[in-house]
């Protein structure tokens, strides 16, 4: 790491724990409960983030890492892998302080991982070809997911706005943009889903598919909400719901590949997928099966189809 030791990493790297408030970011919950989840997610992912700009030893990290409750420990993670692409950019070495630490401690988390690099890209303003060619090219797409999900977190006024896409991402990664774009507005819209089905209302019919994903996978994983909001969430979805029940079975796989399917996970399966966490994180792994990219459509687009086709008809909620 050169001469920069942990004191200086954390001032020119650091994020103000400010960041993450509700106040901050200008989210309106209904209730202290809904804020005090948002916080305590921001917070997490910020602790893992801290962790490495701290002490960037992968069996350091790991150490710290594994000390947070596994029930939030995946944005610890995904927060820490943030730091870990942020120093390979700006302070590289011969090997890759990210691909150490996605192939080693944190495996059963790299589903978050890849999330957290894509908020680093996000910060650097750079493309994630290399990102996906030297790691996984399955799940690098996620990280444009992390990136869609920075921008929706971070900027989303410019974005509901506009609706544009960033200008640098093209073809497919703005389709993904929009899964993680969708995945903000659990938190950016503080868990109304009535205020998320008006907000995708607004954009092109094309785009809502994918923005409900996001919703269906942040609403599985991060949770924050009863039954009652969940069976709404269902039924604002409309015709989307195949895509948010998919959103719900990859959440439920990392959840489940992290060693642990939390009560809010499990409701979410049962409600949104018509099924139980462990089924719907099975369909993710069936659908692995001979999976390749086909002309102009990416293996990950694949994967997602063919999650979303098993929840094609009407959804049963299995009690």
Known sequence: MGAIGSSMRTIVFGISPREV????????????????????????FLAGYHTVLRDPRVIEVE???????????????????????????????????????????AADHVYMSYVGAGWAHARLHRRFDRLRSAGDPLLGWLAVDGYGFHEGYFHGRRYLTTQHWPRRLAGYERRVFDQGFGRS?????????????????????????????GVGLACAYAGGVDQSTLIALRDAAGPCVPQVAQGVAFAAKTRKRAGHLPEHTESAARILCGMSA?????????????????????AYEIWRQRIQSCFGGAIAYER
Do not use: Y
Not at 282 to 298: G, H, V, Y
């Open 185 to 213: 507005l659990w938190f950016v819209k503080a868990m109304d889903v009535e205020v998320i089905a008006q907000t995708i209302a607004a954009f092109a019919p094309g785009r809502h598919s994918d923005l409900w994903s």
């Open 63 to 105: 150490r710290q890492l594994n000390r947070i409750d596994l029930e939030v420990r995946g944005f610890a993670f995904e927060g820490a892998a943030m730091a870990f692409t942020l120093l390979d950019v700006l302070m590289p070495q011969r090997s890759s302080r990210f691909l150490q630490f996605v192939q080693g401690p």
């Open 21 to 44: 408030t509700c106040l901050r970011r200008g989210f309106q919950p209904k209730t202290s409960m809904v804020c005090a989840r948002l916080e305590q997610i921001g917070t997490t």
């Open 278 to 298: 462990h089924q719907a994180a099975a369909i993710t792994d069936q659908s692995l099966k001979d999976l390749a990219a086909e002309r102009d459509t990416p």
